[in-house]
């Protein structure tokens, strides 16, 4: 969903934790069905991923540096910028 690609990023951007996570679960409830499904089903791989990172080494931090840039692209789709 394209359009709500940039809402996702400012809502990010919240300064406020408590806000930002408000911003985040609304954006989050509004997706249509698929697409909430299917970040549902990838968070929860990798919450898998991490609660075993004692044996696999993927802590929440390499997790994100390695699925970061496939899902959060710059507007201009810039590995440097990422």
């Known amino acids: 969903i394209p359009d709500k690609y940039n809402d996702f990023i400012e809502a ?11 911003t985040l679960r609304k954006l989050i409830r509004d997706l249509p069905g698929h697409y909430y499904e299917t970040l549902k089903f990838l968070v929860g791989h990798l919450k898998t991923i991490a609660d075993h990172s004692e044996k696999n080494k993927m802590e929440p931090r390499n ?9 959060v692209r710059t507007s201009e789709d810039n590995m440097t910028d990422m």
């Not at 990010?12 to 408000?22: F, G, P, Q």
């Not at 997790?63 to 899902?71: I, K, Y």
């Open 12 to 22: 990010n951007r919240i300064e406020d934790a408590s806000e930002r996570m408000r």
């Open 63 to 71: 997790l994100a540096l390695v699925f970061g840039p496939t899902l």
